[in-house]
């Protein structure tokens, strides 16, 4: 039991996707049951671990939050570069003048992700959330290391909003 939560664990940390307790039970031998026990079994021994629509994901990986400013025509260019660099996008935030911080729940960690949230969008007539706040909005990123986080800044700096920045009035403070 030990060895396969250890494994389970190992699973976790080498995918950079979340990963179906199908797919792990497939490559343990053992049932989707049993897999979704040791889940808990873990979970309850303080391993943080995620439940996402497409599997599991463990959160040892560093979170990392970058702001942006963009029009919807530069929206899949930042999504595919940050998944390029080896990163996950966990949500989008915005600072609205009323209702303070509003979180959207993204989990995107593949093209196909985020071909399927931008389709959503476009086939509902739906605009990011970022639209109320001119195009400034973070994401929380979830980035193996801080080497991959700072290849999304590099690549993300014609877009990227350095702090100090004021969200009350979607300024930035001099």
Known sequence: MNARKNQI?????????????SAIATMLGVSRQIIVGDIALLRASGHE???????????????????????????????????DCGCGILD???????????????NIYSKKDADQFLAQMENNGLSPLSEITNGIHSHTLSCPTLHHFEDVKAELKDILIEMPYDFTYNKQLL
Not at 53 to 72: P, Q
């Open 9 to 21: 664990l190992e699973i976790l940390q080498t995918n950079t996707k979340p990963v179906s307790a």
């Open 49 to 83: 671990i995620h439940a996402m629509a497409r599997g599991y994901v463990l959160a040892n990986k560093s979170l990392y939050v970058i702001t942006c400013k963009h029009d919807l025509n530069d929206l899949q260019k930042e999504l595919y570069t940050i998944i």
């Open 92 to 106: 989008v935030i915005i600072y609205h003048e009323i209702y303070g911080k509003i979180v959207g729940k993204l």
